[in-house]
């Protein structure tokens, strides 16, 4: 099920971002996600979540999450680049879907569920994907986003370099 955010989903949300650390330490150096050096504590999480819950609230971001045995296991979230500026119309997407849930359609499900809320409220949207990610580039590109640039050295991984690429997607044009 895709539905809006609620606040009953911080724990969740928290326990899946926790996750993406873990799987990246233990499975998966490569993973596709900007993780800090030193993993966020609690305190911290709930922070961010507040910041997200009030930007929705505000409606200056959009967010979605996937719901599926009555837990969150994935998240799309669209925020405004400065809201009320010159740039305010163009908003920055991210997504993860937890892993046990990959591979099976939520991830695609998030993306057109949150670009059609994004058409009236937004003009243009943008992301960042690591080029080894190719997967999710072309899981972007399938749903209408085209690429606008490559940043080499963009992320620094325990001494490896990744590239990212930049994609967007121009809403009055698609
Ligand atoms: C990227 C991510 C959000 C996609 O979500 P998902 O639920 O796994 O994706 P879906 O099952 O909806 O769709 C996967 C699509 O990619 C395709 N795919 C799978 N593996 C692929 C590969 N190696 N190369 C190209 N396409 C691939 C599938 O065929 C499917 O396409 P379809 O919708 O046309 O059938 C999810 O895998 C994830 O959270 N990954 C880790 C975090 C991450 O990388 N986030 C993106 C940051 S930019």
Redesign the pocket.
Known sequence: MIRELKWKDMDDIIRNYYS?YDEMENENRD???IFYRVKPDYPSEVSWFSNLYREVLKGDALCFVAEEDGHVV?LCDVHSNRPGSEVGHVATL??????E???????????EAMIKACRGKFEVVT????SS????????R?IGFRENGKLDKAIKRNGRYYSEIKMYIDLAES
């Open positions: 993406f993973l596709g996600l994935g991210g997504i993860a879907v937890a892993k849930y990959r591979n099976r359609g939520i991830g695609r499900s998030l993306l992301l960042d994907v690591f990610n190719a997967k999710a580039y072309e899981l972007y399938k």
